[in-house]
């Protein structure tokens, strides 16, 4: 008779592999040597090639048919182990063989092409590739649908449950208005702050010391962590004990290092701090990305840009990399550390603007799916959204829609989340303040209490309870971005 | 019907689970987060388990049983493939899987009470689990044993194929009584070289950043490679282009971390430069431990002892560390750089006596497999062997017969390649001086000669070759352990 524990034992090995893929995805990034590439890719090809097996094998498909004639044998945490392995199952299980093969190869050559085209910046190069990705994914979704109303809603799906383009545009618009309106009130005033000290040189060593003794006070713990130099900052968590960092370093722009290991420490966080029993069924309970990106969103921005932490930790910064900021006063600081500036790349963005660069996705990605715009149209239209949304003109594809590798990886669905993680951290950030006095922790030494609320009503659970309810049990309603707009609202009324 | 190119597929699959496990070894020793080791140890018996059933399970002694009834599909490189599959299969596959187990068991605990041992200075701790794992050796050594004429030469065999106790006896003998004659003659001369110098701040920047550029120069590639921190200095291989090396820093001691990093260098240089048709087959051609650590000991003694080099290097080290050896000239820096002393320890023994640590380590196993000597006679036939050869008093277990973990781990037959390690690189060096004027070579600053002549000679086979055929090919003689004396009697005939 097949048991949870048959479930378990297959899900555990699905959690073995993915560990040791996070551990060569790691290396890669690190520090593995420049000519071992293509050695690399055979071990990952392997381990793809297993991961597969194991979560849409015909063991697994067996183990999950059995289960669902028969239940006896689950409890809680089988019922979710079961429903989220049959999610996994479907994903691929429902889709035929050779086109699953077609699609991973088009995937590679696009990311490939995408990079080709940002060398030409061209983004003909790339369009072929990214027409193909759209149709596959048009055929799929037909294949995935389930009560979803629209086809791109089934995207939204995979990467956060119970998202739905109703909600999000109701949402989006509130965010939109919400933003354009500050940032007139904004520009009508022309004070500038002088960041120019921002820029002057501060050690990477003294950079490592401060940021990474701020990301402790804030509960990182390098016992279950570390920090590694990288190109493109991410967090790799291996499991709860083994939740690594990366940063790049500028030793004329501290504030990018400074802020990007706050973080990055806040995913390491989340990570370090999820309940034990999930440990072997990990794999099948991954944290979704909007929850994932409000925890590493509110240490960069709920704490990292916020005056009471800066009003504390100012001083602590200045003595470590004295005498450098020594002619700087807190107001000074604080007014620089907060500058705003509409930017093209999503990635630069500060906190004010940088959903809009996400709305512009998103109704991209819309217009593809639901009403399937001509692909060879996207630029005109990417170029018209960032004249009317942020006041800028694209000058060239590169720093325009070839700026993202994501729709090269077929993520369509994905950037959302980057803007429902600042919703989110915002949205918490309202709530815990109803009970935690933040200039006060922070004025102690202490930030524990801050942590002991994340820990319990988010990071516990990992991914084991779907985001909303996560946001709804631990703010007591449902998503709501006035939170977020209040905060930018505070966070800006005194600058600029 | 069963092709080479099934058995290649197999040991392609072992193959890249070994650069896994390779990959997670290397992580765990130089920077997995503290409290990670139980979710890696889970991860490890993974991958043990993964490579146990693809060398040993049904499908492989198929395949093995298959290509052995007819073998008309196999090139030379496919007999040695399969004739080493089938050595790797017999190890385990002639021992009842229960016995198996419960060795292995035994093994994981003696090496946890070697260690308690160490901490209580007591053998008797773990003289009980060396009993376990010397008893079950000798009911499985029947099973291993083809022609071998004695118990201790199929362990031999095991490391060093085709070693036997009989010339091992030869060998040792000579070297014994050559090194003992030179320590006499030594003593005699009783002008000790002053080293204070060698203990003066060499910050660790400093330390890498001339050793490592030595490394380069003598052919260690940091696209297929990489430095880390580490507690015991090694190297690992994933594969050729992904030899890593670790090594341990100690500012007031430059010369530990300079020759240790020429050391593991030396292994690095061997793995970088394997012929690429061994690729994939690389997990059943393993390199001979001697043949691997006489090119460790070529970089660190041959080349990293000699007054040819250093009379070129010192100058650069010079630069790089100035001022701080600028009162040093080079006569007193070499006199120094050489001067030896008998320790109890092994692992910080210098190059004339390391081999009679060996010897003893030989004689004493060899009375254990043959001789069937009681195991609690051992400590003090150490001690009783240490007062012979080095002529030291052994104060207590912790610096005698516990130092080395090797036997806690079942080791037994692997010492003596250390030992065949120095004496093969002094017979290379012997045959390479006579095309080779490595004065000449240093002086040009272009060391790329002696990086040819290894590489055809040694390095290109990797462990396709046996290292005594290895040796012969290359020198035109088999083992001379003269070559070796000569050597030594010539480093230290102007020194001490």
């Given at each position: 008779m097949t048991t949870q524990h048959d479930l378990f034992d297959s899900v555990k090995e699905q959690t073995i592999l993915t560990q040791i893929a996070a551990l060569s995805g790691w290396d890669a990034l690190t520090g593995m040597?420049?000519?071992?590439?293509?050695?690399?890719?055979?071990?990952?090809?392997?381990?793809?090639?297993?991961?597969?097996?194991?979560?849409?094998?015909?063991?697994?498909?067996?183990?999950?048919?059995?289960?669902?004639?028969?239940?006896?044998?689950?409890?809680?945490?089988g019922h979710l182990v079961l429903q989220k392995a049959r999610k996994d199952f479907d994903m691929t299980g429902n889709i035929p063989e050779q086109d699953f093969i077609a699609f991973q190869k088009t995937l590679s050559e696009a990311q490939d092409?995408?990079?080709?085209?940002?060398?030409?910046?061209?983004?003909?190069?790339?369009?072929?590739?990214?027409?193909?990705?759209?149709?596959?994914?048009?055929?799929?979704?037909?294949?995935?649908?389930?009560?979803?109303?629209?086809?791109?809603d089934v995207l939204l799906n995979q990467y956060e449950p119970g998202l739905t383009v109703e909600k999000l545009d109701a949402v989006f618009d509130q965010v939109k208005n919400g933003?354009?309106?500050?940032?007139?009130?904004?520009?009508?005033?022309?004070?500038?702050?002088?960041?120019?000290?921002?820029?002057?040189?501060v050690t990477k060593a003294q950079q490592s010391k401060y940021a990474m003794a701020a990301a402790q006070r804030l509960g990182y713990n390098l016992n279950k962590g570390r920090l590694d130099d990288t190109i493109h900052p991410f967090m790799e968590?291996?499991?709860?004990?083994?939740?690594?960092?990366?940063?790049?370093?500028d030793e004329n722009n501290f504030q990018m290092a400074v802020l990007g290991i706050l973080h990055e420490a806040g995913h390491g966080l989340f990570e370090q701090n999820v309940d034990s029993k999930y440990d072997d069924v990990r794999s099948v309970l991954p944290i979704s990305m909007s929850i994932h990106e409000s925890q590493s969103l509110f240490n960069e921005v709920m704490v990292g840009r916020s005056k009471e932490f800066w009003a504390v930790e100012y001083p602590k910064l200045q003595a470590i990399v004295a005498p450098t900021f020594d002619d700087i006063n807190f107001d000074q600081f604080y007014q620089a550390w907060l500058k705003t500036e509409a930017t093209l790349i999503r990635t630069e963005a500060d906190p004010l603007t940088y959903p809009l660069h996400i709305i512009i996705r998103y109704e991209i990605e819309k217009a593809i799916f639901n009403d399937n715009v001509d692909i060879s149209d996207l630029p005109a239209l990417w170029n018209k959204k960032y004249k009317e949304y942020l006041g800028l003109e694209v000058p060239d594809d590169l720093t325009g829609i070839l700026q993202d590798i994501h729709w090269a990886g077929g993520s369509f669905g994905y950037f959302p989340s980057y803007?429902?993680?600042?919703?989110?951290?915002?949205?918490?950030?309202?709530?815990?303040?109803?009970?935690?006095?933040?200039?006060?922790?922070?004025?102690?030494?202490?930030?524990?209490?801050?942590?002991?609320w994340r820990k319990e009503h988010i990071w516990q659970y990992g991914g084991a309870v779907d985001p909303n309810k996560v946001l709804e049990d631990a703010t007591g309603e449902p998503l709501n971005p006035q939170y977020w707009l209040d905060f930018v609202n505070g966070l800006y009324e005194n600058v600029n």
């Open positions: 040597p420049k000519d071992a590439g293509h050695f690399r890719a055979e071990m990952d090809a392997y381990l793809a090639e297993k991961l597969f097996q194991v979560s849409t094998g015909s063991a697994r498909k067996k183990i999950l048919e059995d289960l669902e004639a028969d239940d006896s044998s689950l409890d809680n945490l092409f995408w990079a080709r085209a940002r060398e030409a910046n061209d983004y003909k190069v790339y369009q072929p590739y990214l027409e193909r990705i759209i149709s596959y994914l048009k055929q799929f979704i037909p294949l995935w649908q389930k009560n979803e109303k629209t086809p791109y933003i354009t309106t500050l940032r007139h009130k904004l520009s009508a005033n022309d004070s500038i702050p002088n960041d120019e000290f921002l820029s002057r040189k968590a291996l499991n709860r004990d083994d939740a690594r960092i990366t940063t790049r370093w803007a429902l993680g600042h919703l989110y951290a915002a949205q918490f950030r309202a709530t815990m303040t109803k009970t935690l006095d933040f200039k006060a922790i922070f004025e102690s030494g202490d930030y524990s209490p801050i942590f002991e």
